[in-house]
């Protein structure tokens, strides 16, 4: 059972301060915690097999008693909350879990396996938007190759309404990630704007495979790109491309449709 809560009403208690703290990426990776805010991501990150170390509580904003297996429990005030809290609308519940450590040798692949791979991959948001769609396509893994966002930041968790903790996901180099993909027979099909690339819907994704995405403003790089089957969503207006999170749920959708089409 948890530990009788205490109770913190002042905005300068050396509690709230140091959760102000945790919003430095630099300050979570040193005490190797995650935020996480809200009932239903609080409850994924449970679901998940992650260890809740700390839960704080607003009791006029949750209508939740106080979860299992925090190691901590804390009552604040409202003043606290909207001091400590990286987001607004988040339930009331702040909750410090210890960062998950995944190694992608511990992967357990489908029969044919879908995995979205992106490419330094700089917003958070886009991040957590295609870990949903990921979700919601039954894709077996996200991989992020040269990370240059933190993974576990809170509007990643946010956008991804906490399926990143009930989604694989992955960090590796793109060495690493390409030696995976060729050991594992998985295709991999490049997002790319290239002469060479062909509409996605010429293209069968039935077989096992991985399709990579790159940033907006550079795409992806040659490493990639040399490598791969180009693949181009056609656009139809003054625009080239679409933002990546909708790329990928485009593409995302199209391996479903392709896998679960009987006709």
């Given amino acids: 059972m948890s530990n009788q809560p205490l109770t913190i009403t002042s905005p300068a208690n050396p509690k709230i301060k140091w959760l102000v703290s945790l919003h430095k990426h630099a300050n979570r990776r040193r005490e190797g915690v995650v935020i996480v805010e809200g009932n239903k991501e609080i409850n994924f990150a449970l679901d998940a097999g992650l260890r809740l170390e700390e839960l704080f509580i607003v009791k006029e904003l949750s209508d939740n008693n106080l979860l299992p297996g925090a190691e901590k429990n804390f009552l604040i005030s409202k003043t606290c909350f909207e001091k400590a809290a990286y987001r607004a609308n988040s339930d009331g519940l702040i909750g410090i879990f210890a960062e998950p450590r995944r190694s992608l040798s511990?992967?357990?692949?489908?029969?044919?396996?879908?995995?979205?791979?992106?490419?330094?991959?700089?917003?958070?948001?886009?991040?957590?938007?295609?870990?949903?769609?990921?979700?919601?396509?039954?894709?077996?893994?996200?991989?992020?190759?040269?990370?240059?966002?933190?993974?576990?930041?809170?509007?990643?968790?946010?956008?991804?309404?906490?399926?990143?903790?009930?989604?694989?996901?992955?960090?590796?180099t793109k060495e690493i990630v390409a030696a995976f993909l060729k050991e594992k027979s998985i295709q991999p099909f490049a997002a790319a704007l290239t002469k060479n690339a062909i509409p996605y819907t010429s293209t069968s994704f039935k077989g096992p495979a991985a399709i990579i995405f790159g940033t907006e403003a550079n795409g992806l790089s040659d490493f990639w790109l040399a490598h791969t089957t180009n693949i181009i969503i056609p656009m139809h207006g003054k625009n080239d491309s679409l933002n990546v999170s909708v790329a990928a749920g485009v593409l995302a959708y199209e391996v479903v449709r392709q896998r679960t089409n009987t006709r």
């Fill in 106 to 172: 511990s992967l357990q692949l489908s029969k044919a396996p879908f995995i979205i791979i992106l490419e330094a991959v700089e917003k958070p948001g886009n991040l957590g938007a295609i870990i949903r769609t990921a979700d919601g396509a039954s894709a077996d893994a996200v991989i992020v190759c040269d990370e240059r966002c933190d993974i576990w930041n809170p509007n990643a968790i946010r956008a991804s309404v906490g399926t990143i903790f009930s989604t694989p996901v992955f960090t590796a």
